[in-house]
T-cell receptor
């Protein structure tokens, strides 16, 4: 079974530029998450989708971050404009249907804002 | 809201030592509990899980027991190896809500 695919693996941009990340979840998984992991910290949820609807985006900085999941499969996360403090690893994960199920993670995108 | 607290790191041990990484949680209901591991340069991998009180999750010599009375899910391994060096995250999920993570514990095993 193919895992969660993310691209790119690494990205370096200047502050105030824009950037986009792509995620393809495990086939058939209805729930998709984007997490931000700052160095030395645990992952923090940015947004959770159930199919193509948003379940939780309470910690998404909506003035600069946006995400979409068209057709309930692939997802993109965008930052515009980027700030220095956005430097982090952005993790995509997916879960199958059901209560209390585990999430499966991609390898992440390491973003450096200079 | 739900939260997870892990013991502060980093933890450094010698090969074949006994490992315990403490994890306690706060939740309003009955979550599932997880331990994830992150090797250098890689994403998070599920190490083990437990879905109800008194369940024991185990994998690769690691074990953790879901203790409802102490709201704990401590990770243990009887004899660690150099290859166990990684960052370990305790997490919980309640219903269809998000996974909530602890801050992570960096483990280094010296030969």
């Amino acid at each position: 079974e193919a895992g969660v695919a993310q691209s790119p693996r690494y990205k370096i941009i200047e502050k105030r530029q824009s950037v986009a990340f792509w995620c393809n979840p495990i086939s058939g998984h209805a729930t998709l998450y984007w997490y931000q992991q700052i160095l030395g910290q645990g992952p923090k949820l940015l947004i959770q989708f159930q199919n193509n609807g948003v379940v939780d985006d309470s910690q998404l900085p909506k003035d600069r971050f946006s995400a979409e999941r068209l057709k309930g499969v692939d997802s993109t996360l965008k930052i515009q404009p980027a700030k220095l403090e956005d430097s982090a690893v952005y993790l995509c994960a997916s879960s199958p249907d059901g209560q209390n199920t585990e999430a499966f993670f991609g390898q992440g995108t390491r973003l450096t804002v200079v | 809201g739900n939260s997870v607290t892990q013991m502060e790191g980093p933890v450094t041990l010698s090969e074949e030592a006994f490992l315990t990484i403490n994890c306690t949680y706060t939740a309003t209901g009955y979550p599932s509990l997880f331990w994830y591991v992150q090797y250098p340069g890689e994403g998070l991998q599920l190490l083990l899980k437990a879905t109800k009180a008194d369940d024991k999750g185990s994998n690769k010599g690691f074990e953790a027991t879901y203790r409802k009375e102490t709201t704990s899910f401590h990770l243990e391994k009887g004899s660690v190896q150099v290859s166990d060096s990684a960052v370990y995250f305790c997490a919980l999920r309640q219903g269809a809500q998000k996974l909530v993570f602890g801050q992570g514990t960096r483990l280094t095993i010296n030969p």
